[in-house]
């Protein structure tokens, strides 16, 4: 049966993952995920398309503080609380054709993120009083929230995929890639290779030892929405913060072969976005059990 076989929250847009045993869902995807995020001085995101070196910029939980952590440079702390920034300026942050006003972090973490990326960047934070609403072009009648995702609360990836890919570079000469180059949220074990292509629905019975400290039981829906079209940043080594000189362009190369998607006017998509249908504010689990609803297309 299928099952969740990692839980990655990326706290600041384009920076490093934290993997979770355990995470609380939201309307707006796994908490605390991609509610930070860079911009230049037009309020404009940044991202590794243009910094690849933000890989190495590794966010860490620590109670009520966000630590933020790179080799070389003092560790910077953010409280996780929107409210601790009440009273901020407000700055108009641009993430693809979205605008929403959103908090200003604070000088602090300006001079960090600029000495850091060699350029004048600014660090904002969503606010919760803004609405940011993912493409109703794809989310039909429903409604669904997103933070700074580039479109939608949640990234899905099945294992097999992954596998597939690198039985491919593999045959190449290429070393296999990890997960994290692709920045799911959710993997999925126990499907077949690109299965998620095809599902509608994605249900998680959540217990009473899987959601938290609210004891509520009952179960999480989410729902497949739209093909992750792939810009070159699966290219870039998440360690390293380059792409691999040998191979510069995989696995987009690779990809480029067998991935194009109709759908998508001919791009190159891997994994599908999702967005929260029910089950917001419990909690999802390594190891919990999915059912997987296929979708079929008269």
């Known amino acids: 049966m ?45 991202t590794q398309r243009t910094h690849a070196s933000l890989a190495r910029v590794h966010p860490a939980l620590n109670g009520d503080a966000l630590e933020v952590r790179t080799p070389g440079m003092a560790t910077l702390t953010l409280p996780l609380d929107a409210a601790a920034l009440a009273g901020a300026p407000t700055i108009a942050a641009t993430v693809w054709r979205d605008t929403v006003p959103a908090l200003d972090a604070g000088d602090a973490a300006a001079r960090w993120f ?21 493409s109703r072009d794809w989310t039909g009648d429903t409604t669904a929230n997103v933070r700074f995702a580039d479109g939608f609360p949640l990234l899905v990836i099945g294992e097999a995929s992954l596998a597939d890919l690198n039985l491919r570079l593999s045959g190449k000469g290429v070393d296999p890639i990890p997960m994290n180059r692709f920045r799911p949220n959710l993997v999925v074990a126990g499907i077949e290779a690109y299965e998620e292509d095809y ?33 070159p940043m699966p290219t870039i080594d998440q360690v390293s913060g380059a792409p691999d000189p040998r191979w510069p362009n995989e696995p987009t190369d690779t990809m480029s072969i067998y991935r194009s998607d109709s759908r998508m006017n001919g791009a190159v998509t891997f994994g599908q976005n999702a967005i929260v249908i029910a089950g917001a504010g419990r909690t999802l689990a390594v190891g919990q059990a999915c059912d997987a609803e296929l979708r079929f297309e008269a």
Not at 199 to 218: K, N, Q, S, W
Not at 224 to 229: A, G, R, Y
Request: proline share 6%; glycine share 8%; with cysteine.
């Open 2 to 46: 299928p099952s969740i076989s990692q839980l990655n929250v990326h706290p600041i847009k384009s920076c490093g993952a934290i993997s979770r045993d355990t995470v609380r869902l939201t309307p707006y995807g796994l908490e605390h995920d991609r509610n930070w995020m860079v911009v230049d001085a037009q309020g404009r995101f940044i």
């Open 114 to 134: 600029s000495d850091y990326l060699g350029a004048p960047v600014r660090l904002v934070r969503f606010n919760p009083d803004s609405e940011r609403i993912a």
């Open 199 to 231: 599902i509608e629905t994605l249900r998680i019975a959540a217990t009473d030892g899987e959601t938290g400290e609210t004891g509520e039981t009952g179960e999480i829906e989410l729902r497949i929405v739209k093909p992750c079209t792939r810009c």
